[in-house]
C-alpha cells in the first residue's frame, strides 16, 4: 500500500519553497528516493501544473549530440569537473564535444558511448539532462537519476555534480531545480549526509526524511555553548562511525556471520543476515520476538540480541575480540567527533558525557582530565560524583560508560539477558544526578544514538527524566526508533516555549559536523 501524505507533504514543501523564491541563481534542492516511490509521479504532476520541465534521466535512449544554442560554458565545466573519474582502476574523463550548436557527453577513455558498462551510460545520460535547452526555458525543473549500477566514485561525482557545481550558476530562467537521486542502497551517509553537501529531503520506505537548513547547526552549536548550565552529551554507534569502529548494525552482522557460520566475507545484506538468523533462533524465541512480524523482527534486531547467542557459542567473545583490535589501530588517529569531544574536555566549560559505545576515544589522550566510570564498582560512586561536578566541586569531566568498556569485557553488557534486566540501580541514579527540573531542566543531546537500548528505555520515558531535560538529536536525519518517541514527548514540549514538534529537537548532521561545530564555539 501507498502512503500518499508523506508524498504529497514532500511536494507541498517543493511548491512552497518554489512560490517564495526571488533569486538571480537558481536554488537546487537535492532528494533521495528508492525504487518504490511515487515521488516521480508526484513531481511530473507538478511540473505539468506549473508549467516546468520533468526529465528521467533513464528515457533518454540514444545518446545523440544535443542542440543548444544558448548553453552556457560554465555548465560545461560544471559537468565535466563533477562527472569525470580521476582515481582507482577505470580512469573516466568526462568531455562534452562541440559540433556548431550541438553537444555530446563521452568519456575520452572510451570509443563510443555505446560500448561503455550500464553505470558508465547512467552517467552519460545524467550529463545529457544539463546539455538540454530545456533546463533554461522553464523556472521549475525536475530531473530524476538512478544510481543502481554506479559504483562509488560514479556515485560520489554525480551527487557532486548536484550540491557542488550547480547552485552557483545562472540557468536563464530556472529558480528552483528538483534533482530525484534513486539511492543505489537508500540514503548513504557518506555521500549525502555531509555538511552543507546533504538531501533536503528523502522519500525512503513510504516516509519521508526531512533535514534542517545548514544554518540551523550553528545556531544550535551557539545556544548549547552559551548556556549557562551544563550540556550533556549522550554517544551512541554514530559517534564513533567517523573513527572507522564498527557500528552497532555492523557489529551485529559481524556477529551473526559468526554464529552461522558464513566467514567475515560474506556478502549477505543487513537485513537478509538478520532474517537468517531468526530462521536459525525460530525454535528458541521469547517474550514479545514470538509475536513479532519477521519484518519488525529484523528491524529492531540489536547487537545485544544476537550477543546472547555468541556469548553461549563462543565464551571468548570473537566480536569484542575483533573490535578491540580495531580499537588499537585508531585510537592515536581517531575521526573528527573524537578529536572535537576530547578538544571540548579541556575546556573549563561544564560538560557531562554518557555513552552505550565500549570503545575509549572519548577518554584517550585526555585522562588526566576526565574521571571515567565504567565498572558496576566504580559507578557506586558515579551519583555522588556528577552531583558534585555540577555544582563544580570536581573539575574532571565525567564519562559514564553505561555499557561498560572494552578495558575490562566483564563490564560489557553485550547480551540482551543483561539489558532486559535493565540498568543497574546505580547507573540509574548516574542519570538522575545529571537530570535538571522542570524550572531548570538540562540540555541532552543524543549524538549518533539509535534510542534501541532495552535497559535504557525505561529511564528515558519516565516522567522524572522527561520533566528534567530538553532533548535533541544530532543524527543526519531522522530513524523510525526517534520518530516513534515524538508521541511520548509531546506533551513535554507543549509546556515549553518554541521547540514543540521532533524536527525542532532535531540537528541533521553527522557526529562529525555536530562536534565540531560545537567544539569550535566551546
Known amino acids: 500500500m501507498i502512503h500518499v501524505e508523506p508524498v504529497f507533504d514532500l511536494v507541498r514543501r517543493v511548491a512552497e519553497r518554489h512560490d517564495r523564491l526571488e533569486v538571480a541563481v537558481p536554488v537546487v534542492i537535492p532528494v533521495i528516493i528508492d525504487a518504490d516511490s511515487a515521488v516521480p509521479t508526484a513531481m511530473a504532476a507538478l511540473c505539468d501544473v506549473a508549467g516546468g520541465w520533468f526529465y528521467d534521466c533513464d528515457a533518454d535512449e540514444n545518446l545523440e549530440p544535443i542542440y543548444n544554442p544558448d548553453l552556457s560554458g560554465e555548465v560545461v565545466i560544471a559537468l565535466q569537473t563533477a562527472l569525470s573519474v580521476e582515481s582507482g582502476p577505470n580512469v573516466r574523463t568526462l568531455l562534452i564535444d562541440r559540433d556548431g550548436d550541438s553537444y555530446l557527453a563521452r568519456f575520452a577513455e572510451l570509443e563510443s558511448s555505446d560500448s561503455g558498462s550500464e553505470a558508465e551510460r547512467r552517467m552519460l545520460r545524467l550529463a545529457r539532462a544539463f546539455l538540454r535547452p530545456e533546463l533554461t526555458q522553464h523556472d521549475l525543473v525536475v530531473i530524476t537519476y538512478r544510481e543502481e549500477g554506479m559504483d562509488l566514485r560514479f556515485r560520489k561525482g554525480a551527487w557532486s555534480l548536484v550540491v557542488d557545481q550547480l547552485g552557483e550558476l545562472s540557468l536563464g530562467s530556472l529558480r528552483t531545480l528538483v534533482v530525484l537521486a534513486e539511492g543505489y542502497e537508500g540514503v548513504n551517509v557518506g555521500i549525502h549526509c555531509q555538511y552543507g553537501r546533504g538531501f533536503d529531503y528523502a522519500h525512503i520506505a513510504g516516509e519521508l526524511l526531512v533535514r534542517n537548513p545548514e544554518q540551523n547547526l550553528a545556531k544550535r552549536a551557539a545556544q548549547f555553548a552559551s548556556l549557562g548550565s551544563p550540556l550533556v552529551l549522550f554517544l551512541g554507534a554514530g559517534f564513533s562511525q567517523s573513527s572507522e569502529l564498527p557500528m552497532g548494525n ?107 559505545n565500549l570503545d575509549r576515544l572519548v577518554e584517550h589522550d585526555v585522562a588526566d582530565l576526565v574521571r571515567v566510570f565504567a565498572t558496576e564498582a566504580e559507578f557506586e560512586e558515579a551519583p555522588q560524583y556528577i552531583s558534585r561536578y555540577l555544582r563544580g566541586e570536581e573539575e574532571m569531566v565525567p564519562i559514564v560508560k553505561l555499557h561498560g568498556t572494552l578495558a575490562d569485557f566483564a563490564s560489557c553488557v553485550v547480551s540482551d539477558d543483561a539489558t532486559l534486566v535493565g540498568v543497574s540501580e546505580p547507573k540509574r541514579n548516574a542519570i538522575r544526578a545529571a537530570v535538571g527540573s522542570p524550572g531548570s531542566k538540562t540540555n541532552w543531546v543524543y549524538v549518533g544514538a539509535s534510542m534501541r537500548d532495552l535497559d535504557l528505555s525505561p529511564v528515558f520515558n519516565s516522567t522524572e527524566f522527561l520533566e528534567g531535560v530538553t532533548e535533541y538529536w544530532a543524527m543526519p536525519h531522522v530513524i523510525r526508533t526517534i520518530s516513534d518517541l515524538e508521541s511520548s514527548r509531546s506533551p513535554f514540549w507543549a509546556k515549553d516555549v518554541g521547540d514543540t514538534t521532533l524536527q525542532d529537537h532535531l540537528i541533521t548532521e553527522t557526529a562529525d559536523a555536530f562536534l565540531n561545530a560545537l567544539a569550535s564555539r566551546w
Open 250 to 356: 555492523s557489529l551485529r552482522d559481524q556477529s551473526i556471520k559468526t554464529i552461522l557460520g558464513l566467514g567475515s566475507d560474506s556478502l549477505s545484506a543487513s537485513d537478509e543476515l538478520a532474517r537468517q538468523f531468526l530462521q536459525s533462533e525460530r525454535d528458541h524465541l521469547i517474550g514479545v520476538e514470538s509475536t513479532q512480524s519477521q519484518a519488525e523482527f529484523v528491524r529492531l534486531l540489536t547487537f545485544e540480541r544476537v550477543m546472547r547467542v555468541e556469548k553461549r557459542l563462543y565464551p571468548a567473545l570473537p566480536t569484542l575480540q575483533s573490535l578491540l583490535r580495531r580499537e588499537s589501530e585508531v585510537l592515536d588517529s581517531p575521526g573528527r567527533a573524537a578529536r572535537s569531544l576530547r578538544q571540548m574536555v579541556a575546556s573549563p566549560k561544564r560538560l557531562v558525557v554518557f555513552t552505550v
